[in-house]
């Protein structure tokens, strides 16, 4: 059930003949559980780390040993550690918390901080994959691997350039964006060729999945009919992609361009493409035939078994489902109030849904509550700023999913940085705003045309999720 969404061009119409979003009468109480029975009260390092409260103690116990799992590394076959060996041949981490630290979001490389991790590049080449997906490159794959265990080369590493944007708010206030390019550098099997595409993406945070996985399909494809029906520009589209589990196709809802059906397809995804490790859901190594070294590199398992077994993999599926959400904070606050009124009045609230509900699920916190994640799950064309021109599944080369709001304003807290958008090219959620194109134009105007009390209490908002 759709609890209140907001999908608008000139006037605010609500789903389901529901209250609109920012009409709400839902008390601070309400406003604050931004995960329902999932939140928690944490504003600390570990905010986005915590369990959801209420389950039982089997579930705890589960938790406990996902977290294990999710952060202990994994290292080169054969090892007297046989329990966590098989990495790579080639991979971009040694484990999941490499790149969702504290199980946020990661950044891309600085000047400061070269090392950062949490961005790759995903790889395509003209046309699809048996599934309609996208088409991997005959020598470097669906993504590049820029490390790899002694004795095989990695495929090559990240070259990112940046050029400076400059202009002004309506007011005359100057700001600059930064934005990036892509290119491999050194790549180790021959030219990359000239019809290479590129799409960057940071790791995205973790926690919440479990409940925006509890959200129906149904409830999903009612937000995008109504945003179709409305006369404005906002018009949102599911992703119909490839589920490797169910071989069948599914909605997509997970990744940057909703690219992927499930939390588990996103986990076993993640072990293969940036681990090298293989599971019951990708059983084959992801070297491409040219890459000898890395085909005649020994795995972490024997013949016929995967690298992680069915029950590890479990435990990291449902610790990363079993997340909880941070409440949201200064609810009532007048700053924070204030720019939750002009959230509503710029329509940030048509993609960025506030109020929905899940379904029933297995692990009871989860199941039919109303949750406050600030998103639709759906694609939308963000123009040409943002662009990467790579299909992916049904998404085109300029649409991305909206992306949950939830928990984005304690990332400095967690994470240490405040990079955002689906790159980490801005430093800043007014920068993130102000790369907002295509469908979100009007609302990246009206922002531009705040002056700056008004933009202040915007952002106080979105620190306040």
């Given at each position: 059930?759709?609890?209140?969404a907001s999908?608008t061009g000139?006037?605010?119409?609500a789903?389901?003949?529901?209250t609109?979003?920012?009409t ?9 559980a931004?995960?329902g029975?999932a939140?928690v009260?944490?504003t600390?390092?570990n905010?986005?780390?915590?369990s959801?409260?209420g389950m ?5 116990r589960?938790?406990v040993v ?6 202990d590394?994994w290292?080169?076959?054969?090892a007297s550690t046989t329990?966590?060996d098989?990495l790579?041949?080639v991979?971009?981490a040694q484990s999941c918390s490499?790149?969702?630290f504290k199980?946020?979001?990661g950044?891309?490389?600085?000047e ?6 949490g961005?790759?590049?995903r790889?395509s080449v003209p ?7 996208p088409n991997?490159?005959p020598?470097y794959?669906?993504?590049l ?5 002694n004795g095989?080369?990695?495929e090559?590493?990240?070259r990112?350039?940046e050029?400076?944007?400059t202009?002004?708010f309506d ?6 964006l ?12 021959g030219?990359?060729g000239?019809d290479l595409?590129?799409?960057p993406r940071v ?8 409940l925006?996985?509890?959200i129906?399909d149904?409830d999903?494809e ?10 404005g520009?906002?018009s949102?589209r599911?992703?119909r992609?490839?589920?490797p589990v169910?071989q ?7 990744g940057?361009k ?7 397809e ?8 940036d681990?090298g490790?293989t599971?019951?859901v990708?059983?084959?190594?992801n ?7 890395c ?8 013949p016929g ?9 479990d ?6 489902r ?5 409440a949201r904070?200064?609810?009532?606050e007048?700053?924070?109030?204030e720019g ?13 849904v506030p109020?929905l509900?899940?379904?029933t699920?297995?692990i009871e916190?989860?199941s039919?509550q ?5 998103t639709d799950?759906l694609?939308h064309?963000?123009?040409?700023g943002?662009?990467d021109g790579?299909?992916d599944f049904?998404?085109s080369?300029?649409?991305w999913?909206?992306?949950p709001?939830?928990g984005?304003?304690l ?6 940085h405040t990079?955002?958008?689906?790159d980490?090219r801005?430093?800043?959620l007014t920068e993130a ?8 134009e ?11 009390s008004?933009?202040?209490a915007?952002?106080t908002?979105?620190n306040?999720?």
């Open positions: 059930m759709i609890v209140a999908c000139g006037g605010h119409e789903a389901r003949g529901e609109p979003a920012g709400s009468d839902a008390t601070p109480a309400e406003l604050e931004s995960g029975a939140t009260h944490n600390g390092a905010a986005f780390a915590q959801a409260p039982t103690r089997e579930q705890r589960a938790f996902g977290n294990n799992f999710f952060n590394n290292v080169t076959a054969p329990a966590r098989g790579g041949p991979f971009n490499s790149c969702h199980d946020g979001r950044s891309p490389p600085t400061q901080d070269p090392a950062a991790n961005l790759l590049l790889l046309g699809t994959d048996p599934h309609g997906g991997p490159h020598a794959g669906d993504q691997q820029d490390s790899a265990i095989v080369p990695a090559g590493s990240i990112i350039t050029r400076e944007i202009g002004t007011d005359g206030t100057p700001y600059t930064i934005e990036p390019s892509y290119e491999i550098a050194d790549p180790a099997f030219p990359v000239d595409m590129v799409s790791a995205p945070p973790v926690f919440g999945t479990g925006l996985e509890a129906t149904e999903i009612a937000i995008a009919a109504t945003q179709a029906a409305d006369d520009p906002i949102g599911t992703n992609v490839w589920s169910e069948r196709t599914a909605l997509g809802r997970f940057w909703a690219n992927v059906a499930t939390v588990e996103q986990s076993a995804g993640a072990f293969l493409g681990i490790i599971s019951r990708h059983a084959t190594q070297c491409t035939p040219v890459q000898l070294a085909l005649a590199a020994p795995p972490g398992a024997a078994e995967t690298e992680i077994t069915d029950s590890k993999l435990r990291v599926v449902f610790y990363t079993a997340l909880a959400v941070p904070r200064d609810v009532g007048t700053l924070a109030d939750a009124d002009l959230f509503e009045e710029l329509s940030c609230s048509s993609c960025h109020e509900r899940t379904g699920t297995d916190p989860l039919d109303t949750i406050r994640p600030y799950l694609l064309d963000m123009g040409e943002l662009a790579r299909s049904e998404a080369g300029s649409e999913r909206t992306p709001l939830w984005i304003g990332t400095k807290q967690v994470n240490r990079r955002f958008l689906h980490g801005a430093r800043n705003v102000l790369w907002h194109g295509g469908e979100a009007e609302s990246q105007r009206g922002f531009l045309a705040l002056d700056e008004d933009r202040d915007l952002i908002f979105l306040s999720l």
